[in-house]
């Protein structure tokens, strides 16, 4: 399992962020990483990431999460971050739709890992807010972290209506994860992967009768798929890679996140 800890203004639907499909991909470059990796190292986010770990104990304990963190029990987490702070890319709407030059992912947030004292492992996404970045959400593990660190000269990007993580070089979309290969195999052209997420999702985007009828969630993609995946729960649609805004509830609030099981 993984958690999510909701930490201000933004929005997770099944762990998954709303996305704006119209973020250029090659945003966050290396002074926003930095910028973004500044902000995660200050008290305040430092102390936001060790009340998460105290409430991932607690969860695990099967206890209440909603209560107050004592700051000496936060302190006791001594969290430190790990790696550079990585540009996030997820699946564009545009491209999904077919519109012509449409990349294949968009820019969605900067991520990156930290540990806590006792071992655990989370990932804390930022987002820009004016000119500067915010802490949106701390998520358990390291996925959003790791896989973007494994460009090789390519670029990474999430399908994060199924949890996959693919990389795109020379043309081809490979897989990172279990669950991308499960998607498309030893790879597949981008052409290919284009004609896969629009047979899964086109009819699912803003404005469809898919999103009118308000099925925002639910939706476990297997058509195209080589291998049916297995049951994750349920997942949001490409509804949210349309949505630009974002809305979340205020406070820390633990939320079950399904893990891929890879990596």
């Known amino acids: 399992m993984r958690y999510t800890a909701k930490l201000a203004t933004g929005a997770v639907i099944g762990g998954t962020v709303l996305l704006s499909g119209t973020a250029a991909m090659a945003a ?33 304990r099967g206890q209440l999460t909603k209560q107050d963190v004592p700051a000496s029990a936060a302190a006791a987490k001594a969290p430190r971050l790990e790696g550079a ?20 992912a968009t820019f969605a947030y900067m991520a990156i890992g930290a540990r806590s004292a006792s071992g655990q492992h989370a990932t804390m996404w930022l987002t820009r807010s004016g000119k500067s970045w915010k802490v949106m959400n701390v998520i358990s ?35 990172l994860n279990n669950t991308a290969k499960t998607s498309v195999g030893n790879g597949v052209s981008l052409a290919e992967y284009q004609r896969l ?44 890679l349309g949505a630009g805004g974002v809305v979340m509830a205020a406070g820390v609030t633990l939320v079950r996140r399904r893990r891929q099981g890879d990596h």
């Open 85 to 104: 702070a990585q540009s996030v890319n997820s699946l564009n709407p545009a491209f999904v739709k077919g519109t012509g030059g449409a990349p294949v």
């Open 197 to 240: 997420v629009h047979t899964r999702y086109a009819d699912k985007l803003p404005g469809t009768a898919y999103q009118r009828s308000g099925l925002y969630g639910g939706f476990s993609p297997t058509t195209g798929v080589r291998k049916p995946a297995p049951d994750r729960g349920p997942a949001p649609t490409l509804v949210a």
């Open 141 to 175: 593990g390291s996925d959003e972290s790791a896989y973007p660190a494994q460009a090789q000269g390519g670029t990474v990007f999430t399908e994060p209506q199924i949890r996959a993580w693919y990389r795109l070089k020379d043309g081809r979309v490979t897989a």
């Open 28 to 60: 966050g470059p290396s002074p926003d990483a930095a910028a973004a990796a500044k902000v995660a190292a200050s008290p305040a986010a430092q102390q936001r990431l060790g009340e998460f770990f105290v409430h991932l104990d607690q969860h695990q």
